[in-house]
């Protein structure tokens, strides 16, 4: 279950977007500075990313095989009409963490967890999801919900 940030949430909505963008952004590059992500792999794990058609010419043109082949092996439609993979973890992860496609993975798999986008005020719920997930992400909020710095503001 979701820690609650609800005052979190509230602090930061009455907050200008581009303090609140500057502030998650000076989180995410330090709490990424200290987080190895192929000590955990929870997102690959655990999370389907969203594969666009321009994901799957790219993914399908690496491993040399058709579109069609591409989607027939490894992806399903999910109850958005959106493909994801067919099994999790990642077809892709390998025992060691290491993605084998990292250079052509999907672009939701590039801009994971999202706490370095634009606008973070219109993502904070998945964000917030995302602290579940990410250990570099409940860092991230539980340093901003301590932050007096921030509840001053």
């Known amino acids: ?21 500057e502030y998650f952004h000076s989180r995410h590059k330090k709490e990424f500075e200290k987080i190895n992500c192929l000590e955990c792999a929870n997102c690959c794990k655990n999370l389907g990313p969203l594969l666009t058609d321009s994901d799957i010419a ?8 058709k579109p069609s082949e591409f989607v027939e092996q490894y992806l399903r439609i999910d109850e958005d009409n959106d493909y994801v993979f067919k099994t999790m973890p990642c ?6 963490n290491y993605c084998s496609v990292y250079e052509f993975r999907p672009k939701a798999c590039k801009e994971y967890p999202h706490t370095d986008r ?33 509840m001053k503001t």
């Open 58 to 65: 790219r993914l399908s043109k690496h491993l040399k095989i």
């Open 91 to 96: 077809p892709f992860l390998q025992d060691d």
């Open 118 to 150: 634009k606008n973070i005020l219109g993502i904070l719920d998945i964000c917030i999801k995302n602290t579940e997930i990410c250990p570099a992400v409940a860092n991230i909020f539980n340093k901003l919900n301590n932050d007096k710095f921030l």
């Open 1 to 21: 279950m979701s820690k609650d940030y609800s005052r979190l949430i509230k602090k930061l909505i009455s907050l200008d977007s581009k303090k609140v963008d």
